[in-house]
């Protein structure tokens, strides 16, 4: 059965393609003390749907996405090797993932194969390897199952909806944190929750532009 996000309740978005992803979930110890779903989602599709162009289609970002992930992976003292291709397609790990009911210590596992070992999981060869990494068998067969790939869409057009356009993204107190380095700031709002309601916060939020409309020409 598909199922829709649940926006009561906190959520942690992410995609097996983001190195910040990965790192964010290394840090799960430091999380405020709240049970976050974690729900994946494509991150091709939010880029698609919000008209952003992917960091890795610039060569110049590209290179310094890598170097910034590698620095932050030393920096944190957490294991990192690149895959040996990047960006891969991470759909097959995505819908794995969502086989396994969600569980987070398999999505801690499926991220640290990539990650850690630096393995490639959209290959068969080495998304066999990570089935058996995670004990799932027929991991091939369960992930062609049209239940699995409509929840995966479905998850990702839910997030798109509630705002979502990138990862890793928190969803606490009904409000969105992009980014690794938004840790400071969830630990922040999750002991000060009103800080997002006050003057300058709203003031800024409400922020019109200074740069007019493109024609539609």
Request: with cysteine; glycine share 6%.
């Given at each position: 059965m598909i199922s829709g996000i649940d926006t009561s309740k906190p959520m942690w978005f992410?995609?097996?393609?983001?190195?910040?992803s990965y790192l964010l979930l290394e840090q799960r110890e430091k999380w405020p003390a709240i049970d976050?779903?974690?729900t994946p989602v494509l991150l091709s599709e939010l880029y698609r749907h919000w008209?952003?162009?992917?960091?890795y289609n610039i060569p110049p970002k590209r290179v310094f996405t890598y170097r910034h992930a590698l620095f932050r992976a030393e920096q944190l003292g957490i294991p990192f090797k690149m895959p040996p291709a990047h960006p891969f397609d991470s759909v097959k790990p995505?819908?794995?993932a969502i086989a396994s009911g969600?569980?987070?210590?398999?999505?801690?596992e499926i991220f640290r194969f990539?990650?850690?070992e630096g393995r490639d999981p959209s290959s068969d060869e080495g998304f066999d390897e990570l089935c058996e990494r995670v004990g799932i068998t027929h991991g091939a067969s369960l992930i062609e199952q049209e239940v699995v790939?409509?929840?995966?869409?479905?998850?990702t057009s839910d997030a798109t909806a509630l705002g979502v356009f990138g990862v890793p993204t928190?969803?606490?107190n009904r409000q969105l944190f992009w980014g690794e380095d938004a840790l400071p700031m969830v630990l922040y709002c999750a002991r000060t929750p009103h800080w997002l309601d006050s003057r300058e916060v709203k003031r800024i939020s409400a922020l019109p532009s200074g740069l007019a409309k493109p024609s539609a020409d």
């Open positions: 992410y995609d097996f393609v983001s190195p910040f976050f779903v974690p008209g952003q162009t992917s960091s995505m819908l794995l969600g569980d987070i210590a398999c999505v801690r990539i990650w850690r790939r409509a929840q995966l869409r479905r998850y928190f969803w606490m």
